[in-house]
């Protein structure tokens, strides 16, 4: 009879997993151990740094209201005009864009909050599992040995038998 013979290899990603953490859009966000995960490195460029830089300051509600104030100026103009494709044009090009663009970003930050506490959630999940499965292994190493011991019995009782059938 054979005996089970298995040998727990854990994955290379696993541990690797372990040093990086979870993937996040803030850079605030951080390994367990602290230091800032490859995916949120420090802003490298001046172009990447303005860029960011203007972003965090136009996806606030209060670029909104700036914008909607700004939009203000032009529309006595737009409707003084009497011109349909005037008015249409300054509710298309001017209100449209300048107050939607801030108010989507604030949205979208939203959105990308949530989405960083499901993905360090999940990260939480996959690393419990992970030990889950790490203590399932212990456990089918133990009734390995268990069955092992039950095989050996089983031999030296077929022996016995067999030594017993001959006499």
Do not use: C
């Not at 290899?9 to 605030?28: D, W, Y």
């Amino acid at each position: 009879m054979a005996k089970p013979s298995y040998e727990y290899n854990q994955h290379p990603h696993a541990e690797k997993r372990k040093k990086t953490g979870p993937v996040t859009t803030h850079a605030k966000s951080s390994t367990p151990t602290g230091a800032p995960s490859s995916a949120e490195a420090p802003v490298a460029s001046v172009n990447q740094r303005i860029g960011l830089g203007i972003t965090r300051r136009v996806g606030t509600m209060w670029a909104a209201y700036a914008f909607f104030a700004l939009t203000l100026v032009s529309l006595p103009a737009a409707i003084g005009s009497g011109n349909v494709i005037v008015i249409v044009s300054w509710v298309a090009q001017t209100f449209l864009q300048l107050v939607l663009l801030p108010i989507i970003i604030v949205g979208q930050n939203i959105q990308a909050a949530a989405s960083d506490r499901r993905a360090i959630a999940t990260y939480e999940d996959a690393g419990a599992i992970l030990e889950e499965a790490k203590e399932i292994q212990l456990h089918l190493g133990d009734q390995d040995q268990a069955l092992s011991n039950l095989i050996d019995r089983l031999e030296a009782l077929e022996k016995q038998v067999k030594t017993q059938l001959k006499q």
